[in-house]
């Protein structure tokens, strides 16, 4: 996976910069790795990938403990 499209995906729905989306690429990476397992299509990947923003923002905003999330979905994708 592209771990660059992941950050501007995480910029997009985090609405945060390439410079503070940067800061959790350990985050990003983690994330990733329960996919690394095996070969995916393209389509695949592109889904995953937004995936595993999703999943990094919505682990950042726990993070954060706002409690205002319960929940987050970003197209086909829905973390709970």
């Known amino acids: ?3 660059g499209r992941i950050t501007q ?3 997009t729905i985090g609405n945060a910069s ?4 940067e800061r959790y ?7 990733c ?9 393209e389509a695949d990947t ?8 999703a999943k990094t923002n ?8 706002d409690g ?3 929940s987050f979905s970003a197209g086909d994708v829905k973390v709970t």
Do not use: G, H, K
Request: a negative charge; glycine letters at 0%.
């Open 1 to 3: 996976m592209d771990t």
């Open 9 to 11: 995906v995480l910029c």
């Open 18 to 21: 390439i410079d503070e989306a």
């Open 25 to 31: 690429m350990s985050l990003i990476e983690m994330n």
């Open 33 to 41: 790795a329960e996919f690394s397992d095996r070969e995916y299509n």
């Open 46 to 53: 592109a889904l995953l990938e937004y995936y595993v923003a």
């Open 58 to 65: 919505y682990q950042i905003a726990l993070a954060r403990n």
């Open 68 to 70: 205002e999330i319960s």
